[in-house]
């Protein structure tokens, strides 16, 4: 969250948030190189006013459940709201596999929608380092092959 | 090399795959030995993109890049020379369940059900996606009417392709594999694989070039628990015993870069980049792309033609003093000129005429090249869509574009109660061959089990789909699952996925076809394929017994509750519904039966003119100087996979043009 001195900026908010939608820390998530084009691709998708917003609630939910440790305000505030659920929905999605899928009708008839929310996958870099694959214990299919003979070893799954 | 008529090229071949890349080779190393160099032209309907390196790198972006990960995605076709695609694949019924024909896509469609695989046209062909499966055909699967009433013989047997199967291993593709690991249902294994050549032999046995894959972790567990069961089939006729098949986890021979078994031999890495490609290293998308080429594709060798024989000429070089290749890519073959030969002469072949098209806006062109012997050697349902268009060229036995046959595909699914690793290593490295040959073809199609490594990829589009499954945000909006314990649950679902293929062997008919149509034509105005396609009830017989052989295997692997996403939980999540494409129902169930991207038949061997179209070196009966090469030569089709079978008639053919070109 930031540092002590100075309060968060948006994209540190982001961050934060993802790691708590994903279940990946911080550098993994940094790892993947996807933080700034996910930044934007929400703020493309439901437009700058509404992404501040959202980002804004999820601050005061993340303060508020360092206190609790248990993740209430989040889901309360963010998780299971009508306004900010569709969206995280779709930014989980986004993370684990580098593919946008477009909000609900249900979503967009109460706030509208962006010419660019059509699905997509966001790149070939984003493909691959889609979140799945390392929950999987596996690799991008296509992508970082892990060498010959590999596949024969038993398989091992790093505990979240 | 001389001609009195003095032709173009001695040789033009219609198709930058596999067998036209395998003849061209064939006919240069054969023919040098009698000091003859043809030269040899090369037309590809495609684009040739990937011939060097960084170019298919591009096409690995455009996998990466593509929503629908299905085997065309890499390769982006032109409306030139459009390819069909499994996405275009329609239900042929309308909604009061009447037949229909579908024209979606590059195929026409007539049903009654849909032909369910496609093909790349691009240079390389069907190799740029092929999963690298090199099996060899059985003796018996050469003998199907004579042994088994059904189908028909081929005009060659087990024995005389064997040595081409070799070749086609060695000199070619480049096979990994071990035959200690191979449990085949027939007799005299030890003399189906022995070799006459000693540098192939070890310890009296044969050997394959690169020893083999290793097999996957699944294969290992798979191996542990079903290993030396025993699956009952019941016989259709009632009061006969039941067929049993003793279960044996068999390592494949592929068509994948591992370590050579001999010193000698050397691995033949990337088109371009020869350092790529040594060995495989688990990309994990033999189809749609292997990204280092470390699979075998038809670009390999048609790279080391153009290196080893450009058509220019150097400073200095004299014509006729080496043999010569020009590839030509963007080059549509367009109609198959023919001539009636006069009462001493037999019909021939007298040139080739093809549409040349361009990216930079420049209008196509029309162009016709003659050869002392052309070759159709495009995928097996463009040589027999071009023959038709050309007056019905070389059709005298009204079988060109007859008997189209593939591998109609059974797919079973379930989750294991262990993490096995699904998503790792190559798409398969093991399969089951026991039903692969036994007395019940005369009741039943063979078929053949192919363990798929990749979870539920083919069937369900997993992971996306277990994702989409698990983080939820239906009707609510809300997500079900999300941070650690989404991850944690995907961890514990995703390597637990487990698939078979049951591949059925299709059986020659006659209605099963495809013709041309003058209403059906693509941007260059060439035809499109029009397709009528159906199983026999021989086929379908098969369905109900590949559905209960599952059922026995995965019971033995704990999978006997039968489960339904979204849920997750040991069990069978096999299930076909009726509304699907794919949906074939027999005696009251319905199966998905997918294809498996073998097209075969539509211009078979044979001894006859009358009943097929080309003899035993596919060679046209009806011109002499014409050879329809490929898949489409089968007379049946067994259960292997077709490409190792098609190289070995691919290499009988160049020696064979190679001869006539020698004298």
Request: proline fraction near 7%; aromatic fraction near 10%; include cysteine.
């Amino acid at each position: 969250m930031g540092n002590s001195t100075s309060p968060p900026t948006p994209k540190q908010i982001f961050t934060d948030l993802s790691v708590e939608l994903t279940g990946f820390d911080r550098a993994e998530l940094a790892g993947t190189g996807m933080i700034d084009t996910y930044y934007d691709t929400l703020l493309r998708m439901i437009g700058e006013r509404e992404a501040g917003q959202l980002l804004r609630y999820a601050s005061d939910a993340l303060t508020a459940d360092q206190q609790t440790k248990n993740g209430a305000a989040l889901k309360r505030d963010v998780i299971d709201s009508p306004r900010f659920g569709p969206v995280v929905v779709s930014l989980i999605k986004l993370w684990y596999l580098g593919h946008w899928y477009p909000l609900s009708g249900a979503y967009r008839d109460l706030h509208g929608a962006t010419a660019d929310d059509v699905e997509h996958v966001i790149s070939s870099q984003g493909y691959r380092e889609g979140l799945v694959w390392v929950a999987a214990g596996a690799h991008p299919m296509g992508g970082k092959p892990p060498g010959h003979g590999s596949w024969a070893e038993p398989p091992s799954l790093l505990t979240p | 090399m001389s001609n009195p008529a003095s032709p173009d090229y001695d040789l033009v071949i219609v198709g930058g795959g596999i067998s036209g890349a395998v003849v061209a080779k064939t006919v240069i190393e054969q023919a040098a030995r009698k000091k003859k160099f043809p030269r040899i032209l090369i037309l590809e309907a495609g684009r040739a993109t990937a011939l060097s390196a960084d170019k298919y790198d591009t096409y690995v972006e455009a996998y990466h890049e593509a929503l629908a990960k299905v085997p065309n995605s890499p390769y982006h076709a032109s409306s030139s020379a459009p390819q069909p695609d499994v996405l275009d694949i329609r239900k042929l019924k309308d909604t009061e369940g009447k037949p229909k024909i579908s024209d979606q896509g590059y195929f026409v469609q007539k049903g009654p059900m849909p032909f369910g695989s496609d093909y790349a046209r691009s240079l390389g062909g069907t190799t740029l996606h092929w999963l690298g499966t090199t099996l060899r055909m059985l003796p018996n699967d050469f003998r199907m009417s004579s042994n088994y009433g059904r189908g028909v013989d081929w005009p060659i047997d087990y024995d005389t392709l064997k040595p081409y199967y070799e070749r086609a291993e060695w000199d070619i593709i480049g096979v990994a594999g071990d035959v200690e690991h191979q449990y085949y249902p027939i007799d005299g294994l030890d003399q189906y694989f022995r070799s006459s050549d000693p540098k192939k032999t070890r310890d009296g046995k044969y050997i394959f070039p690169m020893e083999e894959i290793p097999s996957s972790y699944l294969d290992q567990y798979m191996a542990k628990y079903a290993d030396d069961m025993t699956i009952t089939l019941p016989c259709m006729d009632p009061g006969e015993p039941d067929h049993e098949f003793a279960i044996r986890i068999s390592n494949t021979p592929v068509a994948r870069n591992s370590t050579p078994t001999t010193t000698d031999y050397r691995i033949v890495g990337a088109a371009g980049n020869a350092d790529r490609g040594q060995r495989c290293e688990g990309n994990s998308s033999c189809i749609p792309i292997c990204p280092v080429q470390a699979k075998y594709n038809a670009l390999k060798t048609l790279y080391e033609l153009i290196v080893k024989y450009p058509y220019e000429l150097k400073e200095n070089e004299k014509p006729g003093t080496r043999a010569r290749v020009a590839v030509q890519s963007q080059s549509v073959a367009m109609e198959v000129m023919h001539a009636k030969g006069a009462e001493t002469e037999r019909a021939k072949v007298t040139g080739l005429r093809y549409k040349r098209y361009y990216d930079d806006g420049t209008g196509p062109t029309e162009h016709t090249v003659t050869a002392r012997t052309y070759v159709l050697a495009a995928n097996a349902i463009e040589n027999a869509t071009l023959l038709l268009a050309s007056g019905n060229a070389a059709n005298s036995s009204d079988q060109v574009g007859r008997n189209l046959m593939d591998h109609p595909l059974l797919l079973t699914w379930g989750l294991l109660p262990e993490n096995v690793g699904a998503f790792r290593g190559p798409g398969s490295t093991s399969g089951i061959p026991t039903f692969r040959d036994g007395t019940f073809r005369d009741q039943h199609t063979a078929f053949r089990v192919e363990i798929g490594n990749w979870g539920w990829n083919f069937p369900e589009n997993a992971p996306y789909v277990t994702v989409l499954d698990l983080v939820g945000g239906g009707n609510d909006g809300k997500a079900q699952l999300y941070g650690k314990a989404l991850r944690k649950r995907l961890g514990e679902i995703l390597p637990r996925q487990f698939r078979i293929a049951w591949e059925l062997e299709q059986d020659p008919e006659a209605r099963n076809r495809v013709t041309v149509d003058d209403h059906y034509k693509d941007a260059l105005g060439k035809h499109r394929p029009v397709i009528e396609y159906d199983l026999s009830d021989y086929v379908k017989a098969s369905l109900p017994w590949a559905a209960e052989a599952s059922r026995q295997l995965f019971a033995r692997l704990g999978m006997t509750e039968k489960r339904r996403r979204p849920h997750y939980e040991t069990g069978d999540y096999t299930y076909y519904t009726p509304d699907d494409a794919a949906a074939v129902t027999y005696q009251g169930t319905t199966y998905w039966v997918r294809g498996a991207g073998h097209v075969v038949g539509t211009h078979r061997m044979g001894d006859d003119p009358k009943t097929s179209v080309v003899d035993s070196h596919q060679r046209s009966h009806d011109l002499p100087n014409l050879f329809i090469a490929g898949c489409g030569s089968m007379p049946t089709l067994g259960t292997s996979n077709p490409t190792l079978t098609m190289t070995a008639l691919a290499l009988r053919t160049g020696d064979e043009i190679a001869e006539e070109l020698s004298k």
